[in-house]
Nanobody, 123 residues
Framework: VQLQASGGGLVQAGGSLRLSCAASGLTFSTYFVGWFRQAPGKEREFVSSITRSGSSTYYADSVKGRFTISRDNAKNTAYLQMNSLKPEDTAVYYC?????????????????WGQGTLVTVSS
């Protein structure tokens, strides 16, 4: 199983980025997908998650209204569209997959993790 996160980079405050998470080695449509982030010196935190079909999505309060999670099961890929970025969004962003059970908001719920992609937002 492999999750490949990409799309990170350097952007000015107020800008946008779209992260992608390409999955292989698993039946992608049977997995929940989550995005987490970890800033320097801080714990990894929940950002967003999406159900298997994409019918339901969840967001941390800090990103609600600015970030949008989506998925394309035909392409085995999940996305995180990030708009109105702020310097406090600077972090390494990780995608993760879970086949069910447990809280979508907890790091230890997820079975598989990508390698992370760095997002840096300058002020």
């Amino acid at each position: 199983v492999q999750l490949q996160a990409s799309g990170g980079g350097l952007v000015q405050a107020g800008g946008s980025l779209r992260l992608s998470c390409a999955a292989s080695g698993l039946t992608f449509s049977t997995y929940f997908v989550g995005w987490f982030r970890q800033a320097p010196g801080k714990e990894r935190e929940f950002v967003s998650s999406i159900t298997r079909s994409g019918s339901s999505t969840y967001y941390a309060d800090s990103v609600k209204g600015r970030f949008t999670i989506s998925r394309d099961n035909a392409k085995n890929t999940a996305y995180l569209q990030m708009n109105s970025l702020k310097p406090e969004d600077t972090a390494v962003y990780y995608c993760a997959a879970d086949d069910g059970g447990g809280s979508r908001f907890r790091v230890d719920t997820y079975d598989y993790w990508g390698q992370g992609t760095l997002v840096t937002v300058s002020s």
